[in-house]
């Protein structure tokens, strides 16, 4: 089974702040998804990244793969308060990490 | 192009009993999986299923099951329900099988079992 750990569980920020949040395994991963989910709804895609090292960006949202592709990071400039939601990382075989539950204060 | 759609959308059942929940993919995806969302254990896959037959599974007792049709839907059936099924169960559909293929998710059902 291919584990995936988040960090931080949760992150409470003002409006205007940077935040980074991570996925890490210890398994290669031949691609990973980031999805974002918000109460009462499912999970959203937000991006697929397949390649070592690859950044895709996503208007205010910075999405990177590790080279290794073992682990990838999630970081938003100057968050607002509509970014609020549990942020989650997949990798193959419908596998998830437990999420990030991102506060974004006006 | 209509999304993923689940009904129902909320269920209260009392321990013992079972439930049926259904699951309409998107036109043209064959893939749909489910999952069981709780604060505790996060989002856990419970099975997959491509072109009527089931392709992956996830750790949960056989209470759980399910099943696709030919057109895609899908049915998860839970029996004689405990406390701790008391979840957010969604369905997912994909174009692909596997794992690779993005996710396409419903609303859930949010099911209560007092």
């Known amino acids: 089974t291919q584990l995936l750990e988040q960090s931080p569980q949760f992150l409470s920020i003002q409006e205007g702040e940077n935040l980074t949040v991570y996925c890490n395994s210890s398994?290669?991963?031949?691609?990973l998804q980031w999805y974002r989910q918000e109460p009462g709804e499912g999970p959203v895609l937000l991006v697929t990244?397949?390649?070592?090292?690859e950044v895709k960006k996503l208007k205010r949202l910075t999405f990177q793969f590790g080279d290794a592709r073992k682990d990838s990071s999630l970081h938003i400039t100057a968050a607002q308060p509509g970014d609020t939601g549990l942020y989650l990382c997949?990798?193959?075989?419908?596998?998830f990490g437990a999420g990030t539950r991102l506060t974004v204060k006006p | 192009k209509a999304g993923v759609t689940q009904t129902p959308r909320y269920l209260i059942k009392t321990r013992g009993q079972q439930v049926t929940l259904s699951c309409s993919p998107i036109s043209g995806h064959r893939s749909v999986s489910w999952y069981q969302q709780t604060p505790g254990q996060g989002l856990q896959f419970l099975f997959e299923?491509?072109?009527?037959?089931?392709?992956n599974k996830g750790n949960f007792p056989g209470r759980f099951s399910g099943r696709q049709f030919s057109n895609s839907r899908s049915e998860m059936n839970v029996s004689t329900l405990e406390l701790g099924d008391s979840a957010l169960y969604l369905c997912?559909?994909?174009?692909?099988?596997?794992?690779?293929?993005?996710?396409?998710f419903g609303n859930g059902t949010r099911l209560t079992v007092t």
């Open positions: 997949a990798g193959a075989y419908m596998r």
């Open positions: 398994s290669v991963f031949s691609s």
């Open positions: 299923y491509f072109s009527e037959t089931q392709r």
């Open positions: 990244v397949v390649t070592g090292g």
């Open positions: 997912a559909s994909s174009l692909l099988d596997g794992g690779n293929s993005p996710l396409h």
